[in-house]
C-alpha cells in the first residue's frame, strides 16, 4: 500500500511538471486530430501524432534546436538567445535568422512592424501582421518556451 502510494505521488508529480505533456501543433485554425502538423513531447518534435525516435524532426537541448535526434554540435540548426534565432550554433549578427520580440517574429535582427512574418497571439500563430481567422498558419494546444517555438516553426516550415 506504501509503495502504491510512492508510485502514484510520483505519477502525480511527473504530470504536474509536465513529464506526461505533450503539445500537439494543427494546421491553420484546426483542432483536429487529422490536422496534426507535429507534436512537441520531451523536447523533441515529432512527425504528425507520431512518438517513435525514427520520426524525430528536431530536438531541444537548452537554448540549441537540433536536427532530428543528434546531439553533435555540428547538427545544430539554431541557437536562441534574447529573443534572436542566429543559425547554427552562431552569435554573430549577421547570422540572425529571424528576432522574436512581443509575439512577433521579424525577419533578420530587425525589429520594424514591415518586417514581421509572423505574429502570435495566444495559441494560434498567423500570418504577417494579421489577426484573421483566414490567415492562422498554424494553432498549438498549449503554451511553449521561446525554444520550443523554434523547433516548431522549423518543423512546420521545414519538414512539414
Same mark, same amino acid.
Given at each position: 500500500m506504501k509503495f502504491q502510494r510512492i508510485i502514484l505521488t510520483a505519477l502525480f508529480c511527473l504530470a504536474f511538471v509536465g513529464g506526461f505533456a505533450q503539445? =500537439? +501543433? &494543427? @494546421? /491553420?485554425? *484546426?483542432s483536429y486530430t487529422s490536422d496534426v502538423i507535429c507534436n512537441l513531447k520531451?523536447? @523533441?518534435? &515529432? =512527425? /504528425?501524432? *507520431? %512518438?517513435? %525516435? *525514427?520520426?524525430? %524532426?528536431?530536438r531541444i537541448d537548452d537554448n540549441k +534546436? !537540433? =536536427?532530428g535526434n543528434s546531439s553533435y554540435s555540428s547538427d545544430i540548426l539554431f541557437t536562441i538567445r534574447d529573443g534572436k534565432v542566429y543559425r547554427g550554433s552562431s552569435s554573430y549578427s549577421s547570422d540572425v535568422v529571424f528576432t522574436i520580440r512581443d509575439g512577433k517574429l521579424y525577419k533578420g535582427n530587425s525589429t520594424y512592424t514591415s518586417d514581421i512574418f509572423a505574429n502570435k497571439k495566444g495559441l494560434k500563430v498567423y500570418k504577417?501582421?494579421? *489577426? !484573421?481567422t483566414s490567415d492562422v498558419d498554424f494553432t498549438l494546444s498549449d503554451n511553449v518556451t521561446i525554444e520550443q517555438f523554434v523547433a516548431i516553426w522549423y518543423a512546420v516550415k521545414y519538414c512539414w
Open positions: 503539445v =500537439k +501543433v &494543427y @494546421k /491553420g485554425n *484546426s520531451d523536447n @523533441k518534435v &515529432y =512527425k /504528425g501524432n *507520431s %512518438l517513435y %525516435l *525514427s520520426d524525430v %524532426l528536431c +534546436v !537540433y =536536427k504577417n501582421t494579421s *489577426s !484573421y
